[in-house]
């Protein structure tokens, strides 16, 4: 159990300042446990709580003992021995962080318990208010002097300020009390594993250094993502925000790691220069590209006042105005209460500049800090068969897979750093600063302003914010900041543009041969009218052999003719889907024999039947009309504002299937034909959606469209659903703003 391994032999006291505290328990604690079973403690150590709530050593280890059951998974018998052990070593001090007496007693009790020369670490794990009160009292009791003792090493805890002023004031004042050099900041998102690998995968592999820069990298991502709330620390969360707690530290160290360049040597200070010039070079966060948000039910929480504007969850775009990454941005989005927990840096490269192969994707490395730290480069790679098409492949490396070991928790790395003395993933001062320069702009306007952020649905989808942050605002609500209602075009992402119409259709024809091979059960969307069918009949002659056992058709719409009329699409479309593989297809599709109410009726059953079972709605294909149609929704009405989190589930919502809300409806008689068309929830339930619309002749309603997106059902769409694109062979000319992405 207790190996020798590398471990510190200075004798050491630990004394953790407000030991009775969250920090303590759920973290430090437990960590400190960890170090000793696997040896890395010193042989010689003490953990003294120090606190003012009244415990005795023995109650304070009955406390610290409930901490350590859920850590320890060691062989049989040797859990208690180990906890045994450990306990005796725990001690408890109580005093106030405020009398220089009562760390004076706590000195000399250390003395007897460890000698007078022992190794001080001193943890404050208190509230920040306390922090130069109790480092005062530190300081006149003599503890962190370094003459009588080998070392004497104060840790504190973020967040170090509010804002500029306050951590530079901080900064000017600890560094008063305590040398910078005995003084450790901590993130602990430096001590992850998959954080600290970010030096090792840039700076250790010949392949990416070339890559990294601006010229090869569309994007960078750094998303964190909680699942739960406050939980129990919304007193000090109010007071911060989700802009201090986690992007002024956590993301921003994240953000320095991934952009800043080679330090010259694995030093702290090397470090942190390097991580320091970034940050200065990072533009501040400015309200135009910021959207803040608060999760439903913030306000009731005990501790948060009824009126709180604190954001619980941002999205925000920085630039690194550096050579390197100049024009390159970087999108920080961190959230509460969201639908999972997720910390994870994307990589986008760019496309390559002629889309050489159909089905190829751009290519991402993405980065799991956590939970399941993992690696995943995409590259595209050539489905197998006949044809040259590609799709895309995770080549991945799964931390759980390729090491034996468990990951160590953040905390213990960190302790185990602070006993040897190795500053190296701590931050400093001038990093601190800079960081706080990114974030202190925007935190000031906000608080000028006074505005409450708009609220979320608890456990939502962060993509889905981003999505209200850009393209519209809440159903029923205000806009989000900076937002007019309704006003903002859609995004240049939602374009992709094709050289020529015969490359588009390629492409399509590509994208629809890939998911015809996919084994699971799913929904394919197809749409009527010339050039889909175009597509539909190449890959016919292909022969794709797809999974038509495990795959259902649906069409967005069609005229309410007799199938061997020539402008029917399910007599157009049948013939050539039962190409696609060996099985015959299942299509679903309203019945002509019908009238077309009672078909759109039928219809709207059957597919709440598809919807119940275990399908996916994987992928749509719609078109766009001269006026702004899709399917035959020809009335903006017709595409309701849904929640965000009822849209691209690959499932219609429940509550679409128990309300009777119509999945198909009769849309009446256009252009001398009568239609039935599938309804918005049915078009948004898909997880992929792509619009194709091909010829000059659609440049005027595809420009309206991407202006202002409300005002067509096909727009509608388009700015609900986060996945849904326009593909198109014409290219835009509006200033560069919507290019060929
Ligand atoms: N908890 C967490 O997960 C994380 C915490 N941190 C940081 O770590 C530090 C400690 O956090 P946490 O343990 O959650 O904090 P707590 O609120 O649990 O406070 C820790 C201890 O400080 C004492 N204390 C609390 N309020 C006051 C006060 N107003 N005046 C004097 N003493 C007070 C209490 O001990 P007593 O009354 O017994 O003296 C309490 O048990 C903070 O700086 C926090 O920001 C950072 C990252 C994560
Ligand atoms: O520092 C903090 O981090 C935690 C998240 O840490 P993780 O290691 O679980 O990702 C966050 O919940 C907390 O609000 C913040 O203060």
């Avoid at 052990?85 to 007897?112: M, N, P, S, V, W």
């Avoid at 070339?210 to 109010?238: K, M």
Wanted: net charge negative; hydrophobic share 40%; proline share 8%.
């Amino acid at each position: 159990m207790i190996g020798a391994v590398n471990r510190p032999t200075t004798p050491t006291s630990i004394v953790i300042i407000g030991a009775s505290g969250d920090l303590a328990r759920k973290k430090l604690i437990p960590a400190l446990f960890h170090l000793f079973c696997n040896g890395f403690l010193p042989e010689r150590f003490r953990v003294v709580g120090f606190a003012r709530t009244p415990l005795d050593d023995e109650s304070f280890r009955q406390e610290v003992a409930e901490t350590l059951t859920t850590r320890f998974q060691p062989e049989p018998g040797e859990c208690a021995l180990a906890v045994g052990h450990f306990l005796k070593r725990c001690h408890y001090h109580q005093g106030q962080y405020t009398r220089a007496d009562d760390f004076r007693t706590l000195g000399r009790r250390i003395e007897g318990l460890a000698g007078p020369r022992s190794g001080l670490l001193l943890y404050m794990a208190i509230p920040p208010d306390v922090f130069l009160d109790t480092a005062r009292s530190i300081r006149a009791a003599g503890l962190a002097d370094e003459e009588e003792r080998p070392w004497s090493r104060v840790v504190i805890e973020k967040p170090f300020g509010r804002d500029t002023a306050s951590s530079s004031e901080l900064t000017r004042a600890l560094g008063k009390i305590f040398s910078e050099n005995q003084t450790y900041r901590i993130d602990h998102y430096l001590g992850k594993e998959a954080i600290q690998n970010l030096l090792a995968l840039r700076f250790g592999n010949r392949i990416l250094e070339p890559l990294w820069n601006r010229e090869h990298i569309e994007s960078v991502e750094i998303c964190f993502s909680e699942d739960i709330g406050t939980q129990g620390r919304a007193g000090y969360f109010d007071r911060f925000g989700i802009i201090r707690d986690v992007v002024q530290n956590h993301l921003l160290q994240a953000l320095a790691l991934v952009a800043m360049e080679q330090p010259i040597r694995l030093t702290p200070g090397e470090i942190a220069r390097e991580k320091d010039r970034v940050l200065r070079a990072t533009r501040p966060m400015n309200a135009a590209s910021t959207l803040v948000g608060q999760y439903e039910g913030y306000r009731q929480e005990p501790g948060v006042p009824e009126d709180s504007i604190t954001e619980t969850f941002v999205r925000t775009t920085l630039h690194v105005d550096t050579p390197r990454w100049y024009g390159v941005p970087f999108e920080i989005t961190a959230g509460k209460a969201l639908a999972e927990r997720k910390t994870e840096i994307l990589v986008r490269f760019r496309d390559l500049p002629v889309a050489f192969f159909p089905g190829a994707a751009t290519n991402t490395l993405r980065i799991r800090i956590q939970p399941d730290e993992e690696i995943e480069l995409q590259l595209n790679n050539k489905v197998p068969g006949m044809n040259m098409t590609v799709t895309p492949v995770g080549l991945n490396m799964l931390y759980q897979q390729e090491f034996a070991t468990a990951l160590p928790e953040a905390y213990e790395r960190l302790l185990l750093d602070v006993l040897r003395g190795d500053r190296s993933l701590f931050i400093q001062q001038e990093e601190l600063a800079a960081a706080w320069e990114v974030v202190t702009p925007y935190l000031q306007e906000r608080e000028r302003l006074l505005k409450r952020p708009p609220e979320y649905p608890y456990g939502c989808q962060a993509p889905h914010i981003f999505l209200r942050s850009d393209e519209t605002p809440y159903p029923g609500e205000e806009a989000p900041e900076a937002t007019p209602p309704g006003t903002r075009p859609l995004r240049k992402e939602r374009i992709r543009s094709f050289p020529t119409k015969e490359s588009a259709r390629t492409e399509l024809q590509a994208e629809l041969h890939c998911a015809l091979v996919r084994k699971n059960p799913q929904v394919i969307m197809l749409a009527g009218g010339s050039t889909p069918l175009e597509i539909y009949t190449a890959l016919a002659e292909a022969s794709p052999r797809g999974e038509l056992e495990t795959t259902g058709f649906i069409l967005s719409d069609d005229r309410h003719v007799p199938r061997n009329d020539e402008r029917s699409n399910v007599g157009a479309i049948f013939p050539l889907i039962s190409r696609w593989g060996p099985a015959r297809p299942q299509l679903l599709h309203p019945d002509p024999n019908l009238p077309p109410e009672e078909a759109a009726l039928t219809l709207s059953r059957h597919i709440a039947d598809l919807a119940r079972g275990s399908s996916s709605f994987e992928l749509g294909i719609l078109g766009i009309g001269s006026d702004g149609h899709t399917a035959s929704l020809f009335d903006p009405a017709l595409v309701p504002l849904l929640s965000p989190e009822e849209i691209g589930l690959g499932r219609i919502p429940l509550r679409f299937l128990e309300e009777e809300t119509p999945l198909a409806l009769a849309a009446g008689i256009r252009l001398g034909v009568e239609r039935v068309s599938l309804t918005a929830p049915v078009l948004l339930a898909f997880r992929r959606l792509i619009f194709l619309v091909l010829g000059e002749e659609k440049r005027d309603i595809i420009t309206r469209i991407v202006q202002a997106p409300r005002e067509t059902p096909a727009g509608r769409v388009l700015m609900q659903h986060p996945q849904a694109q326009i593909w198109t062979d014409i290219t835009l000319t509006d200033g560069g703003s919507h290019g060929s992405h």
